[in-house]
């Protein structure tokens, strides 16, 4: 078990991972459109549906925006989050052409999704430069085993992202039992917080802050999970971690 920056993790950190600790990673939101309604969806009012690009802070009206934020601050990669990317394929594909592009094959990007890509879709991601895909597999998750399946045969590095919800242990455990057999690599658990957006939907389920002082959700790290052959980790930040930008 190893420990650094409030996370914890077996084994090799994904290389996403790895430069997210270093603060070297641009977090481009795609767009705020999402097929999914999860309960936990921290998404602020000024993203949640709406069909609008950011580069960390910085809206997106062009593509010098992407390579201005992420020459600002010296990014190594680049994190494409949503909403959800997959629901806008295209400008997905765009951005990671760009990036490419212009920072050269070294620049690695991730994205996360919480729809069942298919081959073609997968294949379009690994040529235009993707590195690394993390799967939203929690809820309903139908055809997204396959379609990791599909991910690793096209060449990603591919893992899943879901969120540490207390009580759900079984569940989680259940995800990466699943996991086994598709060629998926990484388990990466991100901690319940309280958010502005999700607050209402938290406390009707009977979650509860952890203290005044502190979004966590009480008793969010009792459980701990059994571990699948590659690596797991649990990284400090809140759930779930795909909606992520630095200050909203
Ligand atoms: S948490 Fe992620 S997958 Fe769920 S509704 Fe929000 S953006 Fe969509």
């Not at 879709?121 to 590195?131: P, Q, S, T, Y």
């Not at 997204?144 to 569940?171: C, D, F, H, N, Y």
Request: aromatic fraction near 8%; charged fraction near 25%.
């Amino acid at each position: 078990m190893k420990e650094g920056f409030g996370n914890v993790w077996t084994a090799e950190l994904p290389e996403g991972c790895r430069l997210c600790m270093k603060g070297a990673k641009l977090v481009l939101f795609v767009t705020g459109v999402c097929g999914r309604a999860c309960f936990y969806c921290p998404l602020s009012k000024k993203r949640a549906g709406r069909d609008l690009s950011w580069a960390n802070e910085r809206p997106v009206r062009s593509r010098d925006d992407v390579i201005l934020e992420a020459h600002r601050m010296e990014a190594l990669g680049a994190g494409i989050t949503g909403g959800d990317p997959g629901v806008r394929m295209e400008r997905t594909l765009e951005y990671i052409r760009l990036l490419k592009e212009a920072f050269g094959p070294e620049f690695h990007i991730h994205m996360y999704t919480a729809m069942a890509l298919g081959g073609r879709e997968l294949k379009e991601l690994k040529r235009a430069g993707l590195d690394e895909i993390r799967y939203h597999a929690w809820g309903k998750a139908e055809g997204m085993w396959e379609s990791m399946e599909r991910a690793v045969g096209a060449g990603l590095s591919t893992g899943v992202e879901i969120p540490a919800i207390p009580g759900q242990g079984k569940g989680i455990e259940a995800v990466a039992r699943r996991m086994e057999g598709t060629g998926a690599e990484f388990l990466n658990l991100n901690e319940l917080e309280f958010s502005h957006e999700n607050a209402q939907a938290m406390r009707e389920r009977g979650y509860e802050l952890k203290s005044e002082t502190s979004h966590a959700v009480r008793g969010r790290r009792p459980w701990r999970p059994w571990r699948p052959a590659g690596t797991w980790s649990w990284p400090s930040t809140s759930a779930p971690h795909h909606t992520r930008t630095p200050t909203s």
